[in-house]
């Protein structure tokens, strides 16, 4: 499978939509309560682990919270073992 390498602007762009929608999500007390998978967390994990990098350090360093960095990296490991580990 080949998987090509995004370009700079759209490391970007996934970083900064991934933080926008997370200050959106604090905003709303309704939307707060509820866990979801958020969609950057699975367009990442499909893409391989050179993107999946780049976009974890633009988003640490645009300010996305730990948490969901936390829930990308244990998303992103399930999805890579597949098969590895029951």
Do not use: P
């Not at 707060?32 to 967390?41: F, T």
């Not at 391989?48 to 829930?71: F, K, L, P």
């Amino acid at each position: 499978m080949t998987v090509c390498r995004y370009s700079e602007g759209c490391v970007e762009a996934i970083a900064m939509n991934a933080c926008r929608e997370q200050l959106i999500k604090c905003l709303s007390e309704e939307l707060k309560e509820r866990y979801c998978l958020e969609w950057w967390i699975k367009l990442l994990s499909a893409h391989g682990i050179d993107n999946y990098a780049r976009v974890m350090y633009v988003m640490v360093r645009t300010g996305v919270r730990s948490e969901s960095i936390i829930a990308s990296l244990t998303h992103y490991s399930r999805e890579s073992l597949k098969g590895f580990v029951d």
